[in-house]
C-alpha cells in the first residue's frame, strides 16, 4: 500500500496544484477582466478603433504556486473589452449677437453646419447672414446628431458687395471658404469664452472683447460649456486687412444638453 501510494500521490498532488493554480488563474483573469470592463467604459487605458467604439487590452502575468514542479512559473493571462460611446445631442439657440459690416467692398455670408469631431467630417452648410441684404435666413433650430456640434464657415467673394449677380458664379470674382474647424493657420478669426453674455460684447458696448486695428487675435483654448458664452470675431481678409477683426461678429450661448439623450456607453465584447 506504500509503494501504491507513493507511485500515485506524484499525480494526485500534481493534479490538486494545477486546479489550485487554475483556480488562481481564474481568479486573476476575473479581476483584470473587471479592469479592462470599467477602462472601456470611462475610454482611458486604450484606444478608438472606431469614432464611437473604445477598445482596452491588458495582460498580466500570474506566478504559480504548485505547478513549477513541473517546469511551468509562470502564465500570461490576456483580456480584451470594447465599449460604444453614444455621445448626447446638443441644443442650440440662434445667436444673441450677429453682425456684419454693410461697408465692406467685398460680399461676406456665414454659414452653420454640424461638425464630427472624430471623422473630420462636416455637414450640409446653411447661410445665416449676409452682408448683402439678403432676407428671410433663419438660424437653423434642428439639433445636430449625436457626437456632432455646430461650426461656422465664412463665404468671401471679392469686391462684389454691390453686385448680387456676380456673388455665386460671377466670372473673374475671388472666391473663398473659410471654416472654424480648420482655419488652416489663418489669422482670420478672434474667439472668446465668457461667463455671462455682457462680457461677450466689445468694449464698445460694455464688454470685455477688444476693439481696435492691428491686433494679434485671440484664440480660446477650452470648450464651449453650457452656461458660458462663445464670441466669434471675423477679419473677411487673412491678409491686406486691418485686422480689427470686427467685419462679422457673432456670438451664442453655449449648448446645452438633451437631457433624453444623455450620454450612453455600451460594453459590446
Same mark, same amino acid.
Given at each position: 500500500m506504500a509503494i501504491i501510494f507513493a507511485i500515485s500521490a506524484i499525480p494526485l498532488f500534481t493534479a490538486m496544484g494545477a486546479a489550485i493554480d487554475y483556480a488562481q488563474i481564474n481568479d486573476a483573469k476575473t479581476v483584470l477582466q473587471a479592469q479592462? #470592463? @470599467? #477602462? =472601456? +467604459? =470611462? @475610454? %482611458?487605458s486604450g484606444s478608438w478603433i472606431k469614432a464611437d467604439t473604445y477598445r482596452v487590452e491588458m495582460a498580466r502575468t500570474v506566478q504559480m504556486s504548485i505547478l513549477p514542479i513541473l517546469g511551468l512559473d509562470t502564465v500570461e493571462i490576456r483580456v480584451e473589452a470594447e465599449?460604444?460611446?453614444?455621445?448626447?445631442?446638443l441644443i442650440y439657440t440662434e445667436p444673441l449677437q450677429l453682425q456684419l459690416d454693410h461697408s465692406a467692398s467685398d460680399y461676406n455670408a456665414l454659414y452653420v453646419f454640424c461638425y464630427n469631431?472624430?471623422?473630420? @467630417? %462636416?455637414?450640409?452648410t446653411t447661410m445665416i447672414a449676409d452682408n448683402g441684404g439678403t432676407t428671410g435666413l433663419k438660424f437653423p433650430t434642428q439639433s445636430c446628431a449625436p457626437g456632432e456640434h455646430r461650426e461656422f464657415a465664412l463665404f468671401n467673394a471679392r469686391n462684389v458687395r454691390t453686385q448680387p449677380s456676380k456673388w455665386r458664379n460671377g466670372g473673374g470674382v475671388a472666391r473663398y471658404w473659410y471654416y472654424t474647424d480648420d482655419l488652416q493657420g489663418l489669422s482670420? +478669426?478672434?474667439?472668446? %469664452?465668457?461667463d455671462t453674455e455682457q462680457a461677450c460684447k466689445p468694449t464698445t458696448q460694455g464688454g470685455d472683447i477688444p476693439v481696435g486695428p492691428n491686433r494679434i487675435a485671440n484664440v480660446e483654448k477650452r470648450e464651449c460649456e453650457p452656461g458660458k458664452y462663445m464670441y466669434y470675431g471675423w477679419e473677411d481678409r487673412p491678409?491686406?486687412? #486691418? %485686422? #480689427?477683426y470686427d467685419d462679422l461678429r457673432i456670438m451664442i450661448q453655449c449648448p446645452t444638453v438633451d437631457r433624453s439623450t444623455r450620454r450612453s456607453v455600451t460594453l459590446t465584447k
Open positions: 479592462a #470592463d @470599467s #477602462d =472601456a +467604459l =470611462a @475610454s %482611458r465599449a460604444v460611446h453614444i455621445p448626447p445631442t469631431s472624430d471623422t473630420k @467630417s %462636416r455637414g450640409p482670420i +478669426l478672434e474667439t472668446y %469664452r465668457c491678409t491686406g486687412g #486691418d %485686422r #480689427d
